[in-house]
């Protein structure tokens, strides 16, 4: 790849991230997206000739095309799950740098050979865990991390989504914990530096459609740190007012918090009193600057200008721990790691 050229890429899958993906390496000038694979060809190319791009749609079927093009030098891989390890193996195989919404592969030991491989042919593999990239859950971390609020005592984050997903997407997500508690769970441990030695669940589902996929759609955790730290974990798959996300880190010395974003920053005040905007609505909304930062960041490390932020043991780690909480949600007990 010549360095001072933009960065081809090939977008595998516009569903809800793809759709982000495709648009934002649109509007940066280090990219070019050059293909988009995708078995529904009528979206995939009405979206190119909405941004009059040159971009070329492919069916899976024709992936050869894609995998010999010397101008593709990355793959940004949003299909669903089940596909994922296959298309990993393949972009590095063909010598493609790969940009993966998460999980990378649908076991350990599958996630393993993927970056196993990866390794191998010094190829960059980056799991795609945004929220560590948006600026304030980052200003956050880095209060914990240089001991603004001393030794910490209890952690706490809140995800409640915004719409409630299509049941479409429920059906191939891999449930609530694999899809949406692993993101608290890579927050938690990537603050605080350390892994739970044991997790407790609770979980429901309020909604009929989501208990018929044998899912839930409320759940609570508590995890327990070697270093005595206390973890609390709140999802939902849906609140009504918005996409509620919030974090608070309470420590010795005093406490950090993220708090919602709203929508709009104005607050109406009268004398019966006071009413504020409603949050942003959607994932997309509050976190477009994490997924903006976290490609730029891929893309640097594709240039060897910035070593990747999410490594083989952070994937790792997280999967571990939220295949704990799911055995502990079953089972109604504790769940010991180590």
């Known amino acids: 790849m010549n360095l001072k050229s933009p960065v081809g890429f090939a977008v595998f899958g516009i569903g809800r991230a793809g759709l982000i993906h495709a648009n934002n390496l ?21 979206f190119v000739a909405s941004n009059f791009l040159d971009t ?8 050869d095309i894609v995998m010999d093009d010397s101008s593709v030098d990355a793959a940004v891989i949003c299909t ?8 990993v193996i393949s972009c590095l195989q063909a010598g493609k740098a790969v940009f993966c919404e998460k999980p990378v592969a649908t076991t350990v030991e599958a996630i393993e050979r993927c970056y196993n491989d990866a390794s191998s042919r010094n190829i960059p593999l980056f799991c795609g865990f945004n929220r560590r990239f948006d ?7 880095d209060k914990v991390k240089n001991g603004a609020i001393g030794k910490v005592h209890i952690i706490k984050t809140t995800s409640r989504d ?3 997903p299509p049941i479409n997407f429920l059906k191939i997500s891999g449930g609530i914990f694999h899809d949406c508690c692993v993101h608290d769970v890579d927050l938690i441990c990537w603050i605080l530096g350390e892994v739970p030695h044991t997790v407790f669940c609770l979980a429901h589902a309020f909604h009929s459609e989501i208990d018929e996929l044998n899912d839930v759609d409320t759940v609570a955790v508590i995890m327990k740190f070697p270093s005595g730290v206390i973890g609390q974990i709140d999802l939902s798959r849906h609140a009504v007012y918005g996409y509620d996300q919030r974090i608070e880190v309470f420590g010795a010395d005093g406490m950090v918090t993220s708090d919602n974003v709203p929508a709009l920053s104005s607050q109406l005040f009268k004398t019966n009193g006071s009413s504020q905007s409603p949050l942003k609505h959607s994932f997309s909304q509050r976190y477009a600057d994490g997924y903006t930062v976290e490609m730029s960041h891929f893309i640097n490390a594709i240039r060897k200008k910035e070593t990747l932020l999410v490594s083989k043991d952070d994937v790792l780690r997280s999967w571990n721990v939220v295949d704990a909480i799911e ?5 109604g007990k504790p769940v010991s790691l180590f």
């Open 26 to 46: 649109i509007r940066d000038p280090q990219a070019r997206l050059r293909y988009i694979v995708e078995f529904d060809e009528g979206k995939a190319k009405e």
């Open 56 to 63: 070329k749609v492919v069916k899976p079927s024709a992936l």
């Open 80 to 87: 669903p799950t089940n596909f994922h390890e296959e298309l």
């Open 135 to 141: 600026p304030t859950i980052s200003s956050l971390a």
């Open 162 to 164: 915004s719409p409630m």
């Open 327 to 331: 055995k502990s949600f079953h089972s």
